[in-house]
């Protein structure tokens, strides 16, 4: 008894992390083809989102096939690995990209504000 709860958790999990997957891939295909209206998480150059909505299709692509390839009893390949090492550094550079943007823009906001426009 105790090992068929374990094994519908187990799967309910792995259709969980397909639809987190498939959810990234959406997030990122927004952010690609609008990048002027990104979702609210990543704002700044265009580049950047764009760089972001891009890590984050790769990451969910990538999800989505390992976890799709263990619930059919495979081993995922190298194309997984390969595409977390381009996806994690497009994603992570892009969200500091994001954060620079916006620490740019607050303090010329208070530079104007406070007059002191140089």
């Known amino acids: ?3 068929t709860v374990v094994e519908v958790f187990d799967r309910v999990m792995d259709v969980f992390t397909v639809a987190v997957g498939l959810g990234c891939v ?6 690609v083809l609008r990048p002027r209206r990104p979702p609210e998480p990543i704002q700044g150059p265009v ?3 764009r760089a972001w909505g891009l890590g984050f299709v790769l990451l969910g692509i990538s999800l989505t ?3 799709v390839t263990l619930m059919t009893g495979g081993q ?3 194309p997984a690995d390969v595409i977390r090492w381009v996806a994690g550094p497009l994603v992570v550079g892009s969200i500091v990209t994001a954060l620079v943007a916006r620490g740019r823009q607050r303090h ?3 530079t104007v504000k406070g007059g002191r426009r140089a």
Do not use: D, K, Q, S
Request: hydrophobic share 50%; with cysteine; proline share 5%.
């Open 1 to 3: 008894m105790l090992g």
């Open 26 to 31: 959406w997030l990122g295909c927004r952010a």
């Open 47 to 49: 580049w950047g989102v």
């Open 65 to 67: 096939i390992e976890t």
């Open 76 to 78: 995922p390949g190298w």
């Open 108 to 110: 010329r906001a208070r």
